[in-house]
């Protein structure tokens, strides 16, 4: 049972390098998210996907692109990467409904130089 | 908007203490509120949750009463042990088509044996 994967796990990045970050889930949730976790900083939503084919903000969007490439799929791509990107990512799904919880992946630790 | 408030840690506790972490949130309506557990190096997970006031959550030996009058989902334990080191973070969810979830910073408890 796989759950939501992410890959990978570790990256470092030089300055201005672009890269993606990839998301599946398995339990055909209807809702994803990115979020970025940094020290003392809890979760902070980047983008979310109430359904496939739909996208939107969230709280810290500036220098990410997403993309929900099917009801499996939602990838975050950072075009020209920023040392103040580094960050561990974590990628969640979860359905719609009343109490549903969110399951999430193990975390991308990205490193920005 | 909806937010999530939630005592700054870090906690530090001895096994067998009692555990109180609070939370209190914002939010119109009636929101979906819960619990989650990060362990060291791992992604999140749920602990508990609670749909509607007063109901109460429940899993390994952890407790959270959904208080309306006071808007608060405080989670306890009666007697910690040193597995239960972790981050716990509260969050809160409205329904509706985005189901966003709503996470509050994240509270470091570490259980000193």
């Known amino acids: 049972n796989a759950g939501v994967t992410q890959t990978p796990k570790f990256q470092v990045l030089k300055t201005g390098q672009s890269m993606t970050l990839q998301c599946a889930q398995d339990m055909n949730h209807n809702s994803m998210y990115w979020y970025r976790q940094d020290p003392g900083m809890g979760l902070r939503l980047i983008y979310y996907?109430?359904?496939?084919?739909?996208?939107d903000k969230g709280e810290v969007p500036n220098g990410y692109n997403v993309s929900r490439l099917n009801k499996r799929e939602f990838s975050l791509r950072l075009e020209s990467a920023a040392p103040s990107q580094t960050s561990v990512y974590f990628c969640?799904?979860?359905?719609?409904?009343?109490?549903?919880?969110?399951?999430f992946g193990q975390g991308t630790r990205l490193t920005v130089v | 908007g909806n937010s999530v408030t939630q005592m700054e840690g870090p906690v530090t506790l001895s096994e067998e203490a009692f555990l109180t972490i609070n939370c209190t949130y914002t939010?119109?309506?009636?929101?979906?509120l819960f619990w989650y557990v990060q362990y060291p190096g791992e992604g999140l997970q749920l602990l508990l949750k609670?749909?509607?006031?007063?109901d109460k959550g429940s899993n390994k030996g952890f407790e959270a009463t959904y208080r309306k009058e006071t808007t608060s989902f405080h989670l306890e334990k009666g007697s910690v042990q040193v597995s239960d080191s972790a981050v716990y973070f509260c969050a809160l969810t409205q329904y509706s088509s985005a189901s966003k979830i709503i996470f509050g910073s994240g509270t470091r408890l570490s259980i000193r044996p």
């Open positions: 939010a119109t309506g009636y929101p979906s």
């Open positions: 996907s109430a359904s496939e084919g739909t996208t």
């Open positions: 969640a799904s979860s359905e719609r409904g009343r109490g549903t919880e969110a399951f």
């Open positions: 609670a749909t509607k006031a007063d």
